[in-house]
């Protein structure tokens, strides 16, 4: 079932019409569907309950993909537990009622400030991703008296096949521990009286559209964890990240079913907990992001269509050279002719476009235009580059809509900046 479709004409996000969200809070905004939400939830929850027994198998939304207060929420009341990346994205999952006891806590460079702040809030597991984290860890720990529970994320050196910029399990990349050295490193977490080292995390890449990467992934891992246990170290975790790919224009997928089938096979007897951390894919294709073209400008070479919603709002086609397909939110007649244009925003930069190349129905100043799969990566990266305020986030859940983070308004942006005290009072 599709949550965003047109009805008499008119795109819905189930059953709320976009143009009258936006002739509500005004454009742009992001609209996320409560429905895709839970719908996506419950692929997850139905592909873990054969996994269940005999040991635990738990799903820690990746909360960065999209940090809003009213979608953690959402997951919450499903069973969701958090896997977070800051102390501010911490203190958003504690404030949206997620326990404590289930965050993860992921992130290649954490500061002993931060790590403090989690252990004293209980978190319930801390991914460590170098010796120097493992000794700062030990460290705190020791100070505020805690035993941290910690997993060592390893590098599994295996090519997710995505975007340069969202593949993480390469040993080029920043992330995790070569797995060559993770022995290593256990050792020396396993000599720290202040951790509990429980197992083994990974998170090869993002927007992954092949289970192999996965397959082989698990594999490395799997020989790492009895190397590990054959060295004295008792591993009961093993965390597989996230990174399962969504529809932005016509991927193929796996379903969930034959990601957790995988998984299932591939961890058979190994007698680890497991914890799956999805970001984009529970969120991704439940969110849209709604714009209004303010002018059409006809080159020689093609036409731009000139939106209010900008790169500021949604770098990913800029960032990640990413496709999103963009709807007319007022139907086109099956049989308009289309013209080849551009949809870019007003900001002062050549890479500020939403789309190049795309053949579109012609659009009108006014007209309403959705941008389709923009849940993940979206609002959580917007800024407001050019004095834009950030765009609205709605929530809809059947007929009902509201409004979960306002716009700011250009007096609330410029009362949070000060003068220098040695500069004059600007004259009113
Ligand atoms: C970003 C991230 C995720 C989520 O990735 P998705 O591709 O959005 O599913 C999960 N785990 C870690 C450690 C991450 O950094």
């Known amino acids: 079932m599709s949550f965003f479709a047109y009805r008499n004409g ?120 170098s010796s120097a984290e493992i000794e700062t860890l030990n460290a705190v720990a020791g100070q505020v008296g805690a035993k941290a529970v910690v997993t060592i994320r390893v590098n599994p050196d295996v090519d997710a096949g995505t975007h340069a910029k969202i593949t993480t399990g390469r040993k080029e990349n920043k992330f995790g521990i070569d797995i060559d050295l993770a022995r290593e490193a256990f050792a020396l977490a396993g000599r720290q009286p202040n951790l509990r080292v429980a197992g083994v995390a990974m998170h090869i890449g993002s927007q992954l559209t092949s289970l192999e990467p996965y397959r082989a992934a698990i594999v490395r891992v799997r020989e790492l964890i009895g190397q590990l246990r054959t060295d004295g170290h008792h591993i009961d975790r093993f965390d597989l990240g996230g990174g399962l790919g969504i529809v932005y224009s016509d991927e193929k997928l796996p379903s969930i079913a034959d990601f957790m089938a995988v998984v299932a096979r591939e961890t058979k007897g190994l007698g680890c907990e497991l914890t799956f951390e999805p970001g984009r894919r529970l969120v991704g294709e439940a969110g849209v992001l709604v714009g209004e073209v303010i002018l059409v400008k006809p080159g020689s070479a093609k036409t731009f269509i000139i939106v209010d919603a900008a790169m500021n709002d949604l770098i990913r086609p800029t960032l990640y050279e990413a496709w999103h397909d963009i709807l007319p939110v007022h139907q086109p007649r099956p049989d308009a002719a289309t013209i080849r244009c551009d949809i870019v925003g007003p900001i002062c930069e050549s890479g500020d476009f939403l789309a190049q190349n795309r053949d579109m129905a012609p659009l009108a100043a006014g007209d309403l235009v959705m941008i389709r799969s923009a849940g993940a990566y979206g609002a959580v990266m917007a800024s407001s580059y050019n004095s834009r305020p950030l765009a609205p986030e709605v929530m809809v859940d059947g007929t009902r809509f509201a409004v979960t983070r306002p716009r700011p308004t250009v007096d609330e942006m410029l009362q949070a900046e000060r003068f220098p005290p040695w500069m004059e009072p600007v004259k009113a």
Request: hydrophobic share 50%.
């Open 10 to 129: 008119e795109m819905h996000a189930e059953g709320v019409a976009l143009a009258s969200v936006a002739a509500q809070v005004g454009t742009p905004f992001y609209c996320y569907s409560a429905g895709a939400l839970r719908a996506a939830w419950k692929e997850f929850a139905d592909g873990i309950k054969g996994m269940n027994a005999p040991h635990k198998v738990g799903v820690c939304y990746a909360m960065k993909a999209n940090s809003s207060l009213a979608v953690i929420r959402l997951f919450g009341e499903l069973g969701a537990g958090a896997d977070i990346v800051s102390v501010g994205e911490m203190r958003r999952a504690l404030a949206a009622g997620i326990p404590a006891a289930n965050i993860v806590y992921s992130g290649v460079g954490k500061k002993a400030s931060e790590l403090m702040e989690a252990l004293q809030a209980g978190v319930g597991q801390i991914n460590v991703e």
